[in-house]
DNA sequence: ATTGTCTTTGCAAATTTATACATTTTCTTG
DNA sequence: CAAGAAAATGTATAAATTTGCAAAGACAAT
C-alpha cells in the first residue's frame, strides 16, 4: 500500500513517546493521524516490527519498540545532502547507492542514524554505499522510507 | 502458598530455556513438573515478573524475561563495553557486524585470518563489516565461531 | 482458638490479540 | 496494457490474556 510504511513508522514514534496498553488505543491515536485501519492489520504491523507487550511498572502493560533507542527527533539532513543521491540500484536483495563523489560517507552516516527499521546496515565507499535491508524489506519499502525521513536526498529522476 | 517462589523460578527457568509461545503451554509444562495451577494465576506471575510477549523470529511468539542481560534487541548479541564489537546482526543471509568507529578494518583483518570454514569473506567499512557465511552456516555456526576463535571480542552471552 | 488483615488463587466474564479466508491493491513481466 | 503473482487489508472468528469478585490459605496479635 502507499502508506503503510508512512504507517509503520507513525506507530514506532506512537509507541516511543507514548504508553500505549492495547491495540485498539493504538488504532484511536493513529486515526487521529489519518490513518485509518483495523486492529487485525495493527496485529499483524505490531508482529512486522517485532514489537513486544510487556507488563509495565505502575499498572497495566505497554508496547515497547525492539530497538536500541527510542529518539522521537531525528537528525536534520544536512543541507549539503540535498540531491546528493544519483541513483538506487538494488542486486542479490541489496541496496547499492551511488552519490556524487567523496559524499557517501556522510549520507551512509545519516542514513544509520535514522535508526530505520528497514536498514540492517551499511558500508561507505567514496561516492557508493552498500545498503543490505533487514529481510522482508521490499525495494520500494526501502525507498519510501529514504523519501519520507530524509526528504530531498533523493534526486528527481531517481525512483 | 507455600512454593509460589519456586514455582516463579520454574517459570524464569522454562521461559529462559525453550520458546513458548503461550499460557497454556506454559501451564501444561509446569503440570509435568508438578506444579498445578490456572492460567489466570500464570497471567498474574508473568505479570509480577514483568515477562514479555515478543514475536519471534520465525512464525509466532515467545515470552522473553525482563533481565537486564538479556536483550530483546534484534541484535543477536552486544559486545562488553570493553569490547570494540558491537553488534551482530543478520539480514539477507549474511551478518552484519557493528564495531566501534574506525575498528572495522581490523576486526575484519582479523577474522579473515582466522581461515574459518564459515566465512567466505569480509567486506569492512569504517564501523561495519559484511561478512558472507559460506552456504549452509548458520547464524548460530558463525557466532558459536567467533566466540570460540576470538574470545573476548564478544560478550558471553546471557540466558 | 478466634478475629482481623493480607496474600494467593480459581472461576467466569470481559478484553485483547491472532489468524483463516476472501477480497482488493500493488507489483512484475511479458 | 493485460495477466498472473505477490502483498496488504478487512471481516469474522478463534485463541489468548486480563481482571472483578469471592473464597481459601497464611499469619499476626490477641
Redesign the pocket.
Known amino acids: 500500500?502507499?502508506?503503510?510504511n508512512e504507517?509503520l513508522m507513525e506507530i514506532r514514534r506512537l509507541i516511543a513517546s507514548s504508553n500505549i496498553?492495547?491495540?485498539?488505543?493504538?488504532m484511536k491515536l493513529l486515526l487521529k493521524k489519518g490513518y485509518?485501519?483495523?486492529?487485525?492489520?495493527?496485529?499483524?504491523?505490531?508482529?512486522?516490527m517485532r514489537v513486544a507487550?510487556m507488563?509495565n511498572d505502575d499498572?497495566?502493560?505497554v508496547?515497547i519498540l525492539p530497538d536500541k533507542e527510542q529518539s522521537i527527533d531525528e537528525p536534520e539532513m544536512q543541507a549539503s545532502s540535498f540531491g546528493v543521491l544519483v541513483s538506487i540500484d538494488f542486486a542479490q536483495g541489496m541496496a547499492i547507492l551511488k552519490t556524487l563523489p567523496g559524499h557517501a560517507g556522510s549520507i551512509a552516516y545519516n542514513i544509520d542514524h535514522l535508526n530505520a527499521y528497514e536498514v540492517g546496515g551499511t558500508i561507505a565507499g567514496d561516492d557508493t554505499i552498500l545498503l543490505i535491508p533487514r529481510d522482508?524489506v521490499?525495494?520500494?519499502?526501502l525507498i519510501n522510507m529514504l523519501k519520507v525521513r530524509l526528504p530531498g536526498l533523493i534526486r528527481e529522476q531517481v525512483h
Open positions: 500500500m502507499k502508506n503503510r504507517r496498553s492495547s491495540q485498539d488505543d493504538l485509518e485501519l483495523t486492529q487485525a492489520t495493527l496485529s499483524r504491523d505490531l508482529k512486522y507487550k507488563p499498572e497495566g502493560y508496547y522482508g521490499s525495494k520500494s519499502d
